[in-house]
């Protein structure tokens, strides 16, 4: 009976049924006889040169059952043992073949997603047909690609029937993925420039709604440049002009309609306005300076004086050495005038801290001391660099330059500002433009690599509203030590404090509605400070 089995497991391996010799000599008598430990051999050489053709044509899956039914058989002969290294190693191969595969595919994947859609396919290019993701990716290119050409041919169609609305619309379904596309992005470029035409043409003839109307489709759809950034500018300062009509301030209207007029000299709307406006002030200042005025001023000084006398202490009012606002008003004996009107440039002086220039005009200059055109800060450098401005518009700070100039070495001749700017006139003349405070627009300058005539001055401040005081980085002046934070801001042309500490001049509080006097020590808490004016 085993001699029979031994004869049909024999004939099995010859006729290549291997898998059938190996059931039959997995009987442990088998191997035990003679014959069958030779057929045992044999099996075990068959199966393993079995395992190398499918390892050889790509079947690993089959090539590891060989090996381990050899293994089984044989032991750890050399050509069983060549083949598990052979298998080892195409295992590793295979694994960094499929992890390069992933890598790519993702790639590829965040390509398309971006709108890169030849980059996607190239990568995609080896792995199409034997990847169901890849193949998957290549669909989503393609509609995407017929879509991107779909809204290119709509915008142009538009463009070429001056329907310059519906041509916005399709730019702004293209969204951010038309930017990677060649034509949808020279479209929307050419969209761009007719949009800043027509607003600027809208606002020269006097269309402020169709302006307005017209900027708010085209900013979500663009990035913000030198063009968008001066007609928000020009819209905003039209906004100003309405305001300051509503409040029955016309002085101040015709002061924007005298800056909105040089840049739209062509807007004939405004001159006529400028007329009006000049006709305003002038019936103002006559009602102001007749029997009006002098009633308007009687009035005002009267509930002036009574105000005051409600908010002071009753020893203030005494007479001495004291005036009305409780303010020391003799020094040695003899008058002491407190001068509280601010200037448009003063130095605030804080001891154990420095000295900053202060600016109040919304546009200042910068450069050479020694130019002839003298700049509104002058700096100790080469006197043949140029004379930068920077103004301020809204909650907006713009650099321009006569001669490029660079900024965050990168050359040019305008920038809007943003915060941590490096201004460089030259390689030694440099300053760094800073909004400290994300709620102020008052800005800092610091003079990083530049020199001010006084020594002491190593920051100037670009004040709008405020100047807040004290620890961190958000204030314009970094004082860390001797009190909370205080805000210095405008009130009627006075520097005015905000503080829960006490204000002092001269030993004595200073009332919470008096401005800072120029010239004399005024003590906040444990920071004392000097306003100079220059």
């Not at 220039?357 to 546009?363: C, K, N």
């Not at 006197?383 to 990168?410: M, Q």
Request: aromatic share 2%; net charge positive; charged share 25%.
């Amino acid at each position: 009976m085993l001699i029979l089995r031994i004869k049909q497991a024999e004939t099995s391996l010859t006729d290549g049924r291997l898998d059938e010799a190996y059931e039959i000599a997995q009987d442990d008598r088998i191997r035990q006889h003679r014959r069958g430990q030779q057929l045992v051999t044999q099996l075990a050489e068959a199966l393993a040169r079995r395992g190398r053709e499918h390892l050889e044509q790509q079947r690993p899956a089959q090539a590891l059952a060989d090996c381990n039914k050899a293994e089984k058989l044989a032991g750890n002969k050399p050509e069983i043992a060549e083949l598990c290294k052979a298998l080892i190693e195409a295992g590793i191969n295979n694994q960094q073949k499929q992890q390069g595969q992933n890598l790519r595919i993702a790639k590829a994947r965040e390509c398309i997603h971006k709108g890169w859609l030849s980059a996607g396919e190239r990568m995609l290019q080896d792995d199409a047909g034997d990847d169901g993701a890849a193949d998957m990716l290549l669909e989503i290119a393609a509609a995407q690609r017929v879509e991107n050409e779909a809204v290119l041919r709509r915008g142009q169609e538009a463009l070429d029937r001056g329907d310059l609305e519906v041509a916005l619309e399709q730019v702004r379904q293209a969204g951010k993925l038309g930017h990677q596309n060649k034509g949808l992005a020279d479209l929307a470029a050419h969209i761009k420039k007719l949009a800043v035409e027509r607003i600027r043409q809208a606002l020269e003839q006097g269309r402020i709604d169709q302006a307005k109307t017209l900027l708010s489709r085209v900013l979500p759809l663009t990035s913000q440049t030198f063009e968008i950034a001066e007609l928000e500018r020009l819209t905003g300062k039209i906004g100003r002009v309405c305001d300051y009509i509503r409040n029955g301030q016309p002085q101040q209207a015709l002061h924007i309609l005298t800056q909105l007029k040089n840049a739209l000299p062509s807007a004939k709307w405004i001159d006529k306005a400028v007329g009006e406006m000049k006709q305003a002030v002038n019936a103002l200042e006559t009602l102001r300076s007749g029997p009006l005025g002098l009633a308007m001023s009687s009035s005002s000084n009267r509930q002036a004086s009574v105000e005051s006398i409600a908010s002071h202490k009753p020893e203030a009012t005494q007479t001495g050495n004291r005036n009305i606002s409780g303010i020391p008003s003799t020094r040695n004996g003899g008058e002491f005038p407190i001068d509280t009107r601010l200037p448009g440039r003063f130095i605030i002086q804080i001891d154990g801290v420095g000295s900053f220039l202060v600016l109040r005009d919304p546009l200042v200059t910068v450069g050479p001391i020694s130019s002839e055109q003298r700049p509104g800060i002058g700096l100790v450098t080469e006197p043949d660099l140029p004379v930068v401005s920077i103004e301020r518009a809204e909650e907006d700070y713009f650099l321009r330059a006569a001669r490029p100039v660079r900024v965050n070495d990168k050359q040019g001749n305008e920038k809007l500002l943003n915060n941590n700017d490096n201004i460089a006139l030259s390689d030694r003349c440099r300053l760094k433009f800073q909004l400290p405070n994300a709620a102020s627009t008052t800005a800092r300058i610091v003079f990083s690599g530049a020199k001010h005539p006084r020594l002491d001055v190593r920051q100037a401040i670009l004040l709008d509203r405020e100047i807040i005081v004290g620890p961190g980085s958000s204030a314009h002046i970094r004082v860390d030590r001797g009190c909370d934070s205080v805000v210095l801001f405008l009130r009627n042309g006075q520097l005015h404090c905000r503080t829960k500490e006490n204000v002092e001049v001269q030993g004595t509080s200073l009332p919470r509605d008096t401005g800072l006097p120029m010239e004399v020590p005024v003590k906040i808490g444990g920071i004392s400070l000097v306003l100079t004016k220059i």
